[in-house]
């Protein structure tokens, strides 16, 4: 029997795949990528890829995605960010 998180956290990132490859253009992926970047090093965390993590932190944000981010009240729940 498979795990339901697990099925679910495939499908996401199937779906990601798919918006990412069809939907964004360069700019958008790199913006993207970098949204996304926190979560995959932490993924990897005791791995030596962890070792490429260059100190990820709000300032790593393209200006305009910050920008972006704050204009359209995009929070974090349950982790006050």
């Known amino acids: 029997m498979s795990d339901p998180a697990h099925t ?5 990132i199937d779906k ?7 939907e964004l ?4 992926r790199v913006m993207m990528a970098s949204l ?3 979560g995959v090093i932490a993924a990897y965390a005791g791995d030596e ?6 100190g990820w ?4 944000l393209p200006d305009a995605l910050a920008q972006a981010l704050v204009e359209e009240g ?3 729940d ?3 960010l």
């Open 74 to 76: 995009v929070k974090v």
């Open 36 to 38: 996304l970047a926190p």
């Open 25 to 28: 253009n360069p700019e958008e």
């Open 49 to 54: 890829v962890a070792g490429f993590d260059a």
């Open 16 to 22: 990601l795949r798919h918006f990412i490859d069809g």
């Open 78 to 80: 349950g982790l006050d």
């Open 57 to 60: 932190g709000p300032s790593i």
């Open 8 to 12: 679910t956290a495939l499908g996401l």
